[in-house]
């Protein structure tokens, strides 16, 4: 969320910069700012009343020293009249804050100078490119069909258990999938991520905090009988470790990560790009998440856009980064780069991971702050980023990596398999 004073310093910066993420900010930005000069007038009056009150409290006291009774009742009347009006006043402030939380709530994050004009996909912008791209004969098979062939994938069971989006895995493939899923968290712990094992629901403060509400509600599954919600990244019930908090500033920066399985329900998703494991309701990640002084934060993104690219080039997949434009970007991120890695059988590029900084979006929000050397309390930069998301992962080793013997396990994962083919 917005900071009132990010909007008062310079209202027409952050209009245009809303702009860019094709967010109309005239009427939103200029209400916020009649309703601030509300409420500063609300706060002004209900301290003058306070003050009021504490003068006829001393005086009211004199006066029954003195035994001027009658002056004593009067100013008492006084003192009640004020206080009936404090109770207006107080009522009035509520609303003017309430009204202005409930606007910046729906209007997104700035973005940073860095991101790129655009409204679509095709506006973002290709930053760097690596890995071995394969090299694979013209009847090359889709990982779906792969998946069929060495029964390691059941898309069907998975639509008689539950519905379309629920895959089945199936002995190697299911290793497979658990030796990703350690392999990732042991490289997040070699860089110093800490492990948390969170829950798979969150409470609607949560949802708050991080900015899934009330932008995605359509997205996220609600278990209305206890107002919960099934987490659609581990991003969400890590991040909330930090939601009210005040943190020592030399116990910055907090670095953790997290598996969790994600539920996205994917609305509106239709056609060839969601076949296979292309685009699941459910689905395995490990998310590396950064609580940062503001000053360290963009250094920190670097770090974690490092990371995610070392993983890639551990399993020799190839890959390239984009950074992605105004129009392509999400509600709460002020920059974000997504990594995504070639399909050789589909001949397409797949996204496997979203790296962003929030900068104070998501901290004011969850009010995570923390304590800095000189005493002030400040907002911190959250960040997060997927290392990785594993089902276009799979769907790429399963294509990348097939022979005519079977499917070949990348050489980094195989102490965790166990083997090295799948046949």
Not at 5 to 27: C, M, S, Y
Not at 164 to 191: C, H, S, T, W
Request: hydrophobic share 40%; net charge negative.
């Amino acid at each position: 969320m917005l900071t009132i004073q990010q909007i008062k310093e310079n209202p027409q910066r952050v209009i245009e910069r809303l702009a860019v993420k094709g967010f109309d900010g005239n009427e939103p930005i200029n209400r916020v700012l009649e309703l601030d000069n509300n409420r500063r007038a609300f706060q002004l009056q209900n301290d003058n009343l306070a003050a009021e009150q504490k003068q006829l409290a001393a005086r009211i006291g004199a006066l029954m020293k003195e035994g001027k009774r009658e002056e004593a009742e009067e100013a008492k009347t006084r003192v009640a009249t004020l206080k009936e009006q404090q109770r207006q006043i107080a009522a009035d402030l509520a609303a003017a804050e309430g009204q202005i939380r409930d606007i910046l709530l729906n209007v997104p994050n700035l973005p940073c100078d860095a991101v790129p004009e655009g409204r679509t996909a095709a506006d973002n912008v290709v930053e760097k490119t690596g890995g071995p791209m394969p090299d694979l004969p013209a009847d090359a098979m889709c990982h779906w069909d792969l998946a069929k062939k060495y029964n390691i994938i059941d898309f069907d069971l998975g639509v008689k258990i539950t519905g379309a989006g629920f895959p089945v895995y199936i002995g190697k493939g299911a290793r497979l999938q658990r030796a990703l899923i350690q392999f990732f968290l042991d490289e997040a712990g070699n860089a110093g991520y800490t492990e948390i094992e969170p829950p798979y629901v969150v409470n609607e403060d949560s949802a708050y905090g991080t900015g899934q509400l009330p932008d995605k509600e359509a997205q996220m599954y609600h278990c209305e009988l206890d107002n919960l919600y099934l987490i659609p990244t581990a991003e969400v019930p890590v991040t909330n470790i930090y939601r009210d908090e005040i943190l020592a500033g030399d116990s910055l920066p907090r670095k953790n990560c997290a598996y969790s399985a994600c539920f996205r329900r994917e609305a509106g998703s239709y056609g060839k790009d969601v076949r296979g494991l292309n685009r699941l309701h459910q689905f395995d990640k490990v998310e590396i998440v950064r609580i940062e002084r503001p000053e360290d934060s963009y250094n920190a993104l670097e770090e974690m856009k490092d990371h995610v690219q070392s993983l890639l080039d551990k399993l020799g997949l190839p890959w390239h980064i984009l950074r992605l434009c105004g129009g392509d970007m999400s509600f709460t991120s002020a920059i974000t780069f997504d990594f995504e890695v070639f399909s050789a059988a589909q001949k397409r590029w797949l996204e496997v991971s979203s790296v962003s900084n929030f900068e104070t979006y998501q901290a004011n929000r969850l009010k995570c702050r923390f304590r800095d050397s000189d005493k002030k309390i400040r907002l911190c930069h959250t960040l997060n980023g997927s290392a990785l998301a594993l089902p276009r992962i799979m769907a790429a080793i399963l294509e990348n990596y097939q022979t005519p013997e079977g499917i070949v396990v990348p050489e980094v994962l195989r102490r965790y398999t166990g083997f090295d083919i799948i046949d």
